[in-house]
């Protein structure tokens, strides 16, 4: 009898051990269902006149719609434009839009982004030329204390405002390694600072039918046509709209422009002559921002030799999509500009960045992602040497495009590990 008791002592108590693990299992399950999704601002959206500004945006909402699916997006957005607008409701429908600013005393007024600012667990500051939006974050530390990081920026000067701001990040993800030199140089150091490039490199919309619309119009065959962007060496702001410059820096942009505009694009028209004459194929020029448009016959198509100009086809200004769905069909790009060869990799298309020293250190984000076959230091390059190395890619073109097919997989291996510190966080 006693043997008996004990042993159905012990089946109860293994009975009831089981029960409670089933029941604590199931429970846990019910907290996980039930864990609120986290809320994320995000500010971003610099100016709308830069179809690569403007890509930043859906770009890193697509990082963090893949890679942090359960969690809620508002969007404080800098610039406004009812086609930008428009063009992320159509693909982004579950993100709300905030537009306001921030006062002299780094407060916000805007009864929408004081709801945002209640609301939202985390703030990320957006892809970008620098920290644009400091008095955004600023106000954020100052009117919450919750926790903030930066994705994909460069940083080229830090200001004392700047560092102490900085040194409150719980994330710096710049978008190149040339600023974690910087950082570490003014004693901003840690495992929260690392390389994570432009959410550029993640945009992946299209507009499909203005883009074969296009296409159609010109006779612009697949793969038949590559595409050239032209650039001066400053981006010629006071005539785009009203800046603070004073008159010794708006006669250093136009002294430096006019000295380096017809050498620089010299170059480029070098390659464009060498592809039509060997290839019979076309040429388009088209812009990443507006006032290129402004530059096109100056300095790509009127220099031309006679026999190559009938092969040649101009593009007014267009949005991120548009020119997505038009490069996703070219067989290379050509660019002065750094952002139209990030779109035309995301489709997998060639492209070559041709750098002029005053566009920043953000270069160097493509010699961190191994792309130094396809980035040229213009004041170093020759013609003839962009021309060789747009024929190689034509000689050997599967291969070429697997080279920028396996560039966009690691930039998003690298995305995929930012959001998981960001998770963390």
């Given at each position: 009898m006693k043997n008996y008791n004990q042993m159905n002592r012990r089946k109860s108590l293994k009975y009831l051990s089981v029960l409670f693990i089933s029941s604590?299992?199931?429970?846990?399950?019910e907290r996980k269902s039930d864990k609120k999704p986290l809320t994320i601002l995000l500010v971003s959206g610099w100016q709308d006149v830069n179809i690569g500004d403007i890509a930043h945006t859906p770009g890193l909402l697509h990082v963090l719609e893949k890679y942090l699916p359960e969690e809620r997006i508002i969007l404080w957005k800098r610039s406004k434009s009812e086609q930008v607008e428009q063009l992320l409701k159509k693909n982004f429908p579950k993100v709300d839009i905030l537009y306001g600013s921030v006062d002299a005393e780094k407060k916000v007024n805007d009864p929408g982004l004081l709801k945002?600012?209640?609301?939202?667990?985390?703030?990320?500051?957006?892809?970008?030329?620098?920290?644009v939006g400091q008095d955004n974050l600023e106000a954020w530390v100052q009117?919450?204390?919750?926790?903030?990081?930066?994705?994909g920026v460069t940083i080229q000067n830090i200001t004392n405002s700047l560092g102490e701001l900085l040194s409150k990040a719980s994330f710096i993800y710049t978008r190149e390694t040339a600023s974690i030199d910087v950082l570490n140089s003014q004693g901003i150091k840690g495992d929260h600072i690392f390389f994570a490039p432009d959410a550029t490199f993640h945009f992946h919309l299209k507009d499909e039918a203005k883009g074969q619309a296009f296409l159609e119009k010109h006779g612009l065959e697949d793969q038949k046509f590559i595409c050239v962007i032209p650039r001066l060496r400053f981006t010629p702001y006071h005539k785009i709209r009203q800046v603070n410059w004073t008159e010794d820096k708006i006669r250093e942009v136009e002294e430096t422009n006019s000295k380096y505009k017809e050498l620089d694009h010299a170059k480029l028209r070098e390659a464009m002559t060498r592809w039509v004459r060997e290839t019979g194929f076309k040429v388009l020029i088209c812009p990443e921002m507006t006032y290129q448009v402004d530059i096109m016959d100056e300095l790509l198509l009127d220099p031309l030799p006679e026999d190559v100009k009938p092969n040649v086809v101009k593009r007014g200004y267009w949005l991120p999509d548009e020119a997505a769905s038009v490069y996703a069909k070219a067989h290379s790009v050509l660019s002065f500009e750094c952002h139209s060869p990030i779109i035309a990799l995301t489709t997998g298309v060639p492209a070559m960045y041709l750098?002029?020293?005053?566009?920043?250190?953000?270069?160097?984000?493509?010699?961190?992602?191994?792309?130094t076959d396809w980035i040229f230091e213009i004041d170093e390059t020759e013609g003839i040497q962009i021309a060789d190395r747009l024929m190689k890619i034509h000689d050997n073109y599967p291969h070429a495009q697997q080279n920028a097919v396996g560039v966009i997989h690691k930039a998003s291996e690298i995305y995929k590990k930012a959001c998981q510190s960001i998770s963390r966080v």
């Open positions: 604590l299992i199931a429970s846990c399950g945002a600012f209640e609301e939202a667990d985390i703030m990320i500051h957006g892809s970008g030329p620098s920290v009117s919450t204390q919750k926790p903030f990081g930066i994705f750098r002029q020293p005053q566009d920043t250190i953000k270069g160097q984000m493509y010699y961190d992602l191994d792309l």
